[in-house]
């Protein structure tokens, strides 16, 4: 009896060791999930909002459906549980000409959004290495 507890406990403290090693957080989680997702997307809209290169790409955009596809796309990448209803990023930015002035203030724009939204280094940079394949099919269209 005593030498089953005794194994018992031993595993259990062996498991509460073990697990903060072996159940990594999804990038998701990391940035809050849904309600850290929407407070990055809200101080990054702010950021466009204020932002004297960006803004003007925007002051025809429907800010809502910006709000709610980006913050799909944001849930995509991050390995949440969302399906992205938006179009395509080429077919969006087609036709505005962004250079790569343009899409490393909005890079910058999403940096200081996550800074200002608490999220570690470590993570922003995980998720902006999600997203910087993407840049090709926004430059230059
Ligand atoms: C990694 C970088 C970027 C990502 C992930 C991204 C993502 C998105 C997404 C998800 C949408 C909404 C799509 C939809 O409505 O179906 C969108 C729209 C838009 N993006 Fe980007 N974008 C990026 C960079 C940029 C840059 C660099 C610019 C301009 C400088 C820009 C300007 C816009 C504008 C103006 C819209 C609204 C389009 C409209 O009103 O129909 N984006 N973007």
């Known amino acids: 009896m005593i030498r089953s507890l005794l194994c018992s406990s031993t595993l259990l403290m062996a498991t509460s060791l073990l697990n903060p090693l072996m159940a990594?957080?999804?990038?998701y989680e990391r940035l809050g999930g849904a309600e850290g997702i929407a407070v990055v997307v809200d101080h990054f809209i702010e950021e466009i909002s204020f932002d004297r290169r960006i803004y003007p790409f925007f002051k025809d955009s429907d800010i809502e459906r910006f709000r709610n596809k980006f913050s799909e796309q944001l849930c995509v990448v991050s390995d949440g549980p969302c399906r992205y209803s938006g179009d395509d990023m080429s077919s969006v930015h087609t036709g505005m000409n962004i250079g790569e002035a343009d899409f490393n203030r909005v890079v910058e724009l999403l940096q200081k959004?996550?800074?200002d939204s608490g999220?570690?280094?470590?993570?922003?940079?995980?998720?902006?290495?999600?997203?910087?394949?993407?840049r090709n099919?926004?430059?230059h269209r």
């Open 24 to 27: 990594e957080d999804t990038l």
């Open 113 to 115: 959004a996550l800074t």
């Open 119 to 134: 999220i570690p280094y470590t993570d922003q940079n995980r998720l902006l290495k999600k997203l910087a394949p993407l």
């Open 137 to 139: 099919d926004m430059l």
